[in-house]
Nanobody, 122 residues
Framework: VQLVESGGGLVQPGGSLRLSCAAS????????MGWFRQAPGKEREGVAA???????TYADSVKGRFTISKDNAKNTLYLQMNSLKPEDTAMYFC??????????????????GGQGTQVTVS
């Protein structure tokens, strides 16, 4: 299984980015998927998750600004990020294959993770 993130970059405050996470050797439809981020000197934190039924969960810091979604046919997970702030600057990672989203915010609960894509808001 390989997860590959893309879509990161440099954006001004208030701008938008859409991250993608493409999977090979894995089917997105049946498990919890998540997005995490890690800023320099800080711990990796859960940003959002989407369960097999399409229900979503968000960290308080991104509620109302970020939207997680998935396209099962394309085996791709997305994170639409709007109204970006400098404090959103971090490496963003996708994660896959947790049985359900009860522990969505715990990186180690997922079986697979990507290498990350850098988001810089400045």
């Amino acid at each position: 299984v390989q997860l590959v993130e893309s879509g990161g970059g440099l954006v001004q405050p208030g701008g938008s980015l859409r991250l993608s996470c493409a999977a090979s050797g894995y089917t997105y439809s049946t498990y919890c998927m998540g997005w995490f981020r890690q800023a320099p000197g800080k711990e990796r934190e859960g940003v959002a998750a989407i369960d097999s039924d399409g229900s979503t969960t968000y960290a308080d810091s991104v509620k109302g600004r970020f939207t997680i979604s998935k396209d099962n046919a394309k085996n791709t997970l997305y994170l639409q990020m709007n109204s970006l702030k400098p404090e959103d600057t971090a490496m963003y990672f996708c994660a896959a294959d947790q049985t359900d989203c009860s522990n969505w915010y715990l990186w180690y609960e997922y079986n697979y993770g990507g290498q990350g894509t850098q988001v810089t808001v400045s």
